[in-house]
């Protein structure tokens, strides 16, 4: 009889230690929502009239660059925002009859609407179908790049949906750094690489000798110690040479000299031939890379560059650096975002219903020990010490 239970014996503790082992969770299965542990609540709503406006100013480009291809004079492509339309001016009105032939593969988005300037040149109008589709995608673009950055981000189960047309609505448990979180959500990043024009000075152009074709962009430099912000204007090409679109990578590193974080960015393989093509047209220019429109910096090109690769430097903190190169990989946003609501959200609420969960748990079994008790005196009560 004792030798059967020698083994039976550590048998049963055994399967005991197991099911205990099996039962314990070793980790947070449960991820806590807004209400259990606080976070932020955030309704954002998507300026889908601002990718309406960039998708005419493609267009645009789109045309001029088609035309220009084809040997012919343009005196000016410009985008209406107003009215949503597309001018073509021609140097010659001969040429106009070319235009026509070239418009052709436009007209599934754009509608004639007869000659302007005196014969020199057509007004197109965006058709309305297509305005819709842009606005459309813009909030499904948005809603997904805003997703991927919260997930790069690290949130934990975080609520991320459209709200009527425009509007986006973000719930973020668990965020403690709701100023961080802002900045990493609402940043367009767009970035481009445009050439810089130094055969004005920027001076010469902000007192009115502007260039066709060129803009004053600035670049943002802030003393740590003061907290002075200096601006130093830049005149560039309104034409981009190169957008973030084509990016396939963005992480932080740190120069040997310095130890200071920089974003190496790299391009996938047409974004890598663009920049190829790029440096090798424009070699002892200076290319200044542009982030929301503000520059970052603005090296001089030494030669072609091949394999796709950059980088962007500037005042980074680590923190600001990894923000960035999560933007980058995350994606731009098609138009803007404003913030509508933005709620900081105590774990007050869910905290009140777990206590008084508990506390309901803890009566219903006092009332149910008691019954047991009354109803069968001594055996009731061998059962229920048995139970505990």
Do not use: C
Request: net charge negative.
């Amino acid at each position: 009889m004792f030798v059967n239970l020698k083994w039976k014996i550590p048998l049963i503790l055994f399967v005991m230690l197991g099911a205990v082992y099996l039962s314990y969770p070793l980790k947070d299965k449960i991820a806590l929502g807004l209400d259990l542990q606080g976070g932020m609540h955030l309704v954002l709503e998507v300026q889908t009239e601002k990718a309406v406006e960039a998708s005419l100013e493609r267009i645009a480009d789109d045309i001029k660059r088609e035309i220009e291809k084809e040997d012919y004079e343009v005196d000016r492509v410009s985008a209406d925002y107003d009215n949503k339309t597309v001018t073509v001016l021609m140097v010659d009105a001969i040429d106009l009859e070319a235009v026509e032939e070239i418009m052709e593969s436009f007209t599934a988005y754009l509608k004639n609407e007869g000659k302007v300037r005196e014969g020199r040149g057509y007004q197109f109008k965006l058709s309305k179908e297509e305005e819709i589709r842009i606005e459309k995608n813009a909030v499904s673009q948005g809603l997904e790049t805003i997703r991927n950055r919260v997930d790069q981000f690290g949130v934990a189960e975080p609520t991320i949906q459209a709200q009527g047309d425009r509007r986006i609505l973000l719930q973020l448990p668990g965020i403690k750094d709701a100023d961080r979180a802002i900045r990493l959500i609402g940043k367009t990043a767009r970035l481009e690489f445009k050439i810089v024009d130094e055969s004005v000075s920027p001076q010469s152009a902000l007192n009115g000798s502007l260039p066709d074709g060129d803009e004053i962009l600035y670049k943002r430099e802030e003393n740590v110690e003061t907290g002075e912000v200096t601006k130093t204007p830049f005149l560039v090409k309104k034409r981009t040479a190169l957008t973030g679109e084509t990016l396939s990578g963005a992480n932080v590193n740190y120069d040997g000299d310095f130890n200071e974080p920089y974003v190496a960015i790299t391009f996938n393989s047409i974004g890598a031939m663009q920049f190829q093509e790029v440096t090798r047209a424009n070699v002892k220019k200076r290319l200044a890379i542009i982030l929301d429109g503000n520059v970052f910096s603005a090296p001089t090109i030494q030669e072609e560059i091949s394999g796709g690769r950059a980088q962007i430097t500037g005042q980074f903190t680590t923190e600001e650096a990894r923000d960035l190169a999560i933007i980058l990989r995350a994606g731009a946003l098609p138009a803007p975002v404003v913030i509508l609501e933005n709620r900081t959200v105590g774990p007050s609420l869910g905290k009140d219903s777990i206590e008084q969960g508990v506390n309901s748990i803890i009566l219903g079994a006092l009332l149910v020990i008691i019954f047991i008790a009354i109803y069968y005196k001594l055996s009731g009560i061998v059962s229920i010490t048995s139970l505990m």
